[in-house]
């Protein structure tokens, strides 16, 4: 049964090619986008953290976005 | 009600939903895959060719549909002007050309089996080849372009005029000279395609359809987290 499944009776190059090109780019380009996401996180969690603490407390009030990731990001700057 | 859409609102609930669908994605995908290798029984013609199927058709769809959203989104945002939708654009549009990329060369392989080329310069084919180069541009307009009126005009424009290829797309199998094989799977009228490839098919369509969600979210958090950068520039 694996030998058919491996060999798809003469197709296999053809179709575990199609599965794996699909799969791998899938794969790389998933990786490429949370890495950028966490890239811009960080840095921007670093820049809040550079504000004095008045503006950084004035800006993280009135920013939701901000608030979340400087509470999610603090702790590992 | 339409504060509630804002990115700001949106984005503290990125997070919960991202969560749940990389917690179910790896699942479905399982299911999917013994289905789409395992239990799918081979075409009476194609053989076990046929499922190249279940990789190439979800791809070629989600591209279509993606461009489709793209020039919907673009036009709506020309006449009410809603920033969210070009943060939106921005953040599907690679995930657009990676589905099209993956339509062509999944198509070219599954071509040489059934048809005895890897590639045909038919209508369908290049009609494809034509919908990747309009995402290109776009990509590219939306990346390069600094002046953000002249990239808003540059990229409707765009959007608009790669549509009207989206119909070619569609209805070129049925109605222009072509290699590829008339539409099996209609929303009106009988479809010509059996149940037993029905199922996996539409179970490879619900993984890359909770992949796109998935990548679109992480995008489009990106793009929020750079707006948001810039702002904090101006606010120093």
């Not at chain 1, 811009?40 to 990731?69: G, H, P, T």
């Not at chain 2, 048809?115 to 919908?131: C, E, K, P, V």
């Not at chain 2, 209609?186 to 199922?199: C, P, R, V, Y």
Request: glycine share 2%; with cysteine.
């Amino acid at each position: 049964m694996i030998k058919d499944i491996l060999t798809m009776n003469g197709y296999g190059l053809y179709v575990w090619l199609s599965f794996a090109v699909t799969f791998f780019s899938c794969i790389f380009y998933y990786v490429k986008t949370y890495k950028e996401l966490k890239k811009y996180e960080k840095e921007f969690a670093k820049e809040l953290m550079e504000l004095s603490a008045i503006d950084r407390q004035e800006y993280l009030e009135n920013s939701k976005v901000a608030n979340q990731i400087f509470l999610s990001k603090s702790k590992t700057i | 009600m339409f504060s509630f859409f804002s990115p700001s609102n949106i984005f503290v609930y990125l997070n919960k939903i991202i969560e749940f669908l990389n917690s179910i994605i790896f699942i479905v995908l399982v299911v999917a895959l013994t289905f789409a290798l395992v239990f799918s029984p081979p075409d009476y013609v194609q053989g076990d060719a046929v499922r190249i199927m279940y990789v190439h058709v979800p791809s070629a769809w989600i591209s279509l549909a993606i461009f489709s959203i793209m020039t919907f989104s673009y036009i709506i945002n020309y006449i009410f002007r809603i920033k969210n939708l070009l943060i939106i654009n921005y953040s599907i549009a690679p995930l657009g050309l990676l589905f099209t990329a993956l339509a062509i060369i999944t198509g070219s392989v599954w071509g040489k089996p059934t048809w005895g080329t890897w590639w045909a310069w038919d209508a369908r084919l290049t009609s494809m080849i034509f919908l990747m180069f309009f995402y290109i541009a776009l990509i590219l307009s939306l990346k390069y372009l600094n002046d953000e009126r002249i990239k808003l005009k540059a990229t409707t424009a765009l959007s608009i005029i790669g549509f009207i290829n989206v119909p070619i797309i569609r209805y070129s199998v049925d109605y222009l000279n072509t290699l590829h094989q008339p539409t099996s799977l209609k929303i009106t009228g009988s479809s010509t395609i059996h149940t037993s490839f029905l199922l996996p098919l539409f179970l490879m369509l619900l993984v890359f359809l909770i992949y796109s969600a998935l990548i679109f979210l992480m995008k489009y958090k990106t793009e929020i987290i750079k707006m948001k950068r810039k702002r904090l520039k101006n606010y120093d």
